[in-house]
């Protein structure tokens, strides 16, 4: 069955260190979404690919980075430089110019601080 | 900013009953769909209800239809005969064209059902 596959589901991070969350598709789909979310809070948008080789920055891209390689996967990079990292982090994946199908989420990423 | 707007941090409703969940949203544009989205405790994201904006028929599927009102920019999420398995934190989304093909999620309900 096709789907989104994110790993590990928990991770842990020490301070100072870079942590990678993988995301990979097989639904053949052009764009690819990282999320972040707080606890009782709503989806940002971290950054987001609607080609291979091609990213852009969402709304609290600061801290993090991206790079789409291939076109099933992309991958989030936690750096150092993001001093509030502990959230769940969501990807996500749709087909391009159609509006209305919807996106596919994975089933997310557990990160927390050491 | 084009925002999605959920007032209701918190929904309770007893088993079998009906609620109804609030949405409202900001756009310049005329064509956009509109999305629920449930996130039940194990955190998956299911897509529960979507709406075309230049429809005016309400979306139904099973017991879940919405109440759109294009003009007041509206978008409301009514459960029917509500269900255990319904309790959730449920996202109200916008699809949007302009600039990058996103989606902009409101801040999200928690609903409780009450046996």
């Known amino acids: 069955d096709g789907g989104i596959t994110q790993s590990p589901k928990y991770l842990f991070r020490k301070e100072g260190q870079n942590v990678t969350l993988s995301c990979e598709q097989n639904l053949n789909h052009d764009a690819m979404y990282w999320y972040r979310q707080d606890p009782g809070q709503g989806l940002r948008l971290i950054y987001y690919s609607q080609i291979v080789n091609d990213f852009q920055k969402g709304d609290i891209a600061e801290g993090y980075s991206v790079s789409r390689e291939k076109k099933e996967s992309f991958p989030l990079t936690v750096t150092s430089a993001q001093k509030n990292p502990t959230a769940f982090y969501l990807c996500a994946s749709r087909i391009n110019r159609t509006p209305a199908k919807p996106q596919h989420f994975g089933d997310g990423t557990r990160l927390s601080i050491l | 900013a084009q925002t999605v707007t959920q007032s209701q941090p918190e929904m309770s409703v007893q088993e079998a009953e009906t609620v109804t969940l609030s949405c409202t949203y900001d756009?310049?544009?005329?064509?956009?769909?509109l999305f629920w989205y449930k996130q039940p405790p194990s955190r998956q994201m299911i897509l529960v209800i979507r709406?075309?904006?230049?429809?005016?028929q309400n979306a139904t599927e099973n017991r879940f239809s919405v109440n759109f009102q294009k003009a007041a920019k509206s978008f409301s999420l009514k459960i029917s005969d509500s269900q255990l398995g319904d309790a959730a934190m449920y996202f109200c989304?916008?699809?949007?064209?302009?600039?990058?093909?996103?989606?902009?999620f409101g801040q999200g309900t928690r609903l409780t059902i009450n046996p």
């Open positions: 709406q075309e904006a230049y429809k005016q």
């Open positions: 989304a916008r699809f949007t064209y302009q600039g990058a093909q996103k989606l902009v």
């Open positions: 756009t310049s544009e005329s064509d956009y769909y």
